[in-house]
């Protein structure tokens, strides 16, 4: 299993929380969505086998979202300097 946490700044009303939540669970092998609006923050559970982190944010791209995050990998690359 894969988990990763994206932050979608332009993530901000309940229409996009349940556009995203569709676009998400529309992939195969993602098992859980976890969205909070005021945190812009979305918590993704997924086969591993099947997709990745890649293709969940693509298909965000592609639904308009464009100002995407992940924070761990962020402060990975901040902890490394």
Known sequence: MGET????????????????????????????????????????????RITDAYVIRMTLLKAGYKNIKEPDKVLLKAGQS
Not at 17 to 43: A, E, F, H, Q, W
């Open 5 to 48: 946490t994206f932050v979608v700044d332009d993530m901000i009303c309940r229409y996009c929380k349940d556009m995203v939540t569709r676009l998400v669970t529309s992939i195969n092998g993602v098992s859980r969505v976890n969205i909070s609006i005021p945190d812009r923050t979305l918590n993704i559970a997924y086969d591993s």
